[in-house]
């Protein structure tokens, strides 16, 4: 064994060790925080988060028994449930994103229209179809007997087997699969974010010229109060595109190299290297550990639940964060006030 492969399997276990540690967190939030179920994105975060939790307990020690043993784990038939796994909870995490993008743009862009059109039943259909959806390709490739132990990638995936004789028939189900999956998830996430990014600058400038204004006004405040206020408006736009980057980011990141790799073995003459097979499939479960993080757990309302988590857990009594603000927090909070007012006398 050499320092590559007990790298990857150091690798597989902290990942699986953050992914199911951070999406029980994200469940237990939910089911603590009546704020966080009553949000129409919760239900595709739940449903992101259940699948991601699967992964972890089913995919993950699959693959490093693999890399560890470079054998198929356990019998034929539980390698062909994990591959059944494999298919169907990758294609949903890759769906609910798409879902939470969608959400995001309909919030965003049509905000006057969002409780009629994002209703928590609209949404449970969203996660209805990725069930389906996925559900579909799964059954296919377990029907065909497609589904096998890859030791390109040290896992049970959808494999085509040497002896096999329907290689078109796979190429074409491949193709169809990743063209209906990743490339379809890729071009809703690009869209609806870029949307959300448009109107948001479009927004921000328009919060920028009336804040200058009231800001000339208040000539009763701090100079530096002032310039602070502006600080945080250019905060804003840069926190907006950072946060979009991240989105697209990480989904390219994560996926891609993994989607890219499947579609160039379908070349008889291209053979992948073992090593890379493995990275590319640990690039695919970093996604399950990162998205508690990209999606949830930095959000306000999920650190508020976890916060009063920890002290219901510990006996103290709740309280609220406001009352440790420091001196200059207070003040802009004041600032932000003082020009809310302003501008509501101004509409």
Not at 53 to 60: C, D, E, G, H, P
Not at 79 to 96: A, E, P
Not at 299 to 325: C, M, P, V, W
Not at 333 to 338: G, H
């Amino acid at each position: 064994m050499n320092l590559l492969e007990i790298f990857l399997e150091l690798l597989i276990v902290v990942i699986a060790v953050v992914s199911l540690v951070a999406n029980l967190l994200v469940l237990v939030c939910f089911t603590c925080s009546a704020q966080v179920r009553a949000q129409v994105p919760g239900i595709f975060i739940m449903n992101l988060s259940f699948c991601n939790i699967l992964i972890t307990v089913l995919n993950m020690p699959s693959t490093l028994f693999g890399v560890v043993k470079r054998q198929k784990p356990f019998g034929d038939h539980f390698c062909q449930t994990v591959s059944f796994m494999d298919t169907f909870l990758t294609t949903n995490t890759m769906l609910s994103m798409a879902a939470l993008s969608i959400d995001r743009w309909i919030a965003v862009v049509f905000p006057l229209t969002y409780s009629s059109k994002m209703r928590l039943k609209n949404a449970a259909l969203m996660v209805s179809y990725a069930w389906l959806h996925s559900l579909a390709f799964s059954l296919a490739a377990v029907l065909l007997s497609w589904v096998d132990y890859s030791p390109a990638y040290a896992s049970c995936t959808v494999h085509l087997g040497d002896d096999d004789g329907s290689r078109g028939h796979f190429i074409v189900f491949t193709t169809v699969f990743h063209a209906c999956t990743f490339a379809l998830s890729l071009f809703i996430l690009c869209f609806t974010y870029l949307k959300v990014l448009l109107v948001a600058r479009f927004h921000c400038k328009r919060i920028d010229v009336i804040t200058v204004q009231t800001l000339m006004l208040l000539v009763d405040i701090h100079p530096s109060v002032k310039q602070r206020c502006l600080l945080e408006q250019k905060k804003r736009r840069r926190r907006a595109t950072k946060k979009i980057c991240i989105f697209i980011g990480s989904f390219v990141l994560c996926f891609a190299p993994y989607v890219i790799t499947r579609l160039t073995e379908l070349t008889p003459s291209v053979k992948i290297d073992r090593y890379w097979g493995i990275i590319s499939k640990c690039l695919v479960y970093s996604k399950a550990a990162s998205d508690p993080f990209v999606y949830s757990l930095l959000r306000q309302q999920y650190k508020k639940a976890l916060f009063e988590l920890f002290n219901r857990i510990l006996g103290r009594d709740s309280y609220t964060l406001s009352g440790h603000s420091s001196p200059s927090d207070m003040e802009n909070e004041c600032c932000s006030q003082r020009v809310n007012k302003l501008k509501e006398n101004c509409h």
